[in-house]
């Protein structure tokens, strides 16, 4: 049984950065696809990244509102993800989650609307002055 735990979020200025981590335990991520995803509270969820699982190459798209300034990296042991959110702006302010899947192909809304296997519990990020 894989569990997964976020960490990482905090009071960030806008144009500072964050990491943040997925952590798992039971199992290695190597099989798994992940996501992260946002929710402001009050809002519904959405999408930022998908990283595909080490046999389908282990690489990652973003959605537009992020791409150029959010990164995804994983640890050679492959039990901890990480996003690397630069150039921060007020509207990236939520509750940030990163999910994990087997059988995930990238649709975001399918994985909101369905869900994942398995979610973290998420970690907040403010930007603001």
């Known amino acids: 049984q894989l569990q997964l735990v976020e960490s990482g979020g905090g009071l960030v200025q806008p144009g500072g950065s964050l990491r943040l981590s997925c952590a798992a335990s039971?199992?290695?991520?190597?099989?798994?696809?992940i996501g992260w995803f946002r929710q402001v509270p009050g809002k519904g969820r959405e999408g930022v990244s998908c990283?595909?699982?080490?046999?389908?190459?282990?690489?990652?798209e973003y959605v537009d509102g992020v791409k150029g300034r959010f990164t995804v990296s994983r640890d050679n042991a492959q039990k901890t993800v990480y996003l690397q959110m630069d150039s921060l702006k007020p509207e990236d302010t939520a509750v940030y989650y990163c999910?994990?899947?087997?059988?995930?192909?990238?649709?975001?809304?399918?994985?909101?609307?369905?869900?994942?296997?398995?979610w973290g519990k998420g970690t907040l990020v403010t930007v603001s002055t």
């Open positions: 999910a994990a899947d087997r059988r995930w192909f990238c649709d975001y809304g399918a994985a909101i609307e369905h869900g994942m296997e398995y």
């Open positions: 039971g199992d290695t991520l190597d099989q798994f696809m």
């Open positions: 990283t595909m699982d080490m046999r389908n190459g282990g690489g990652t």
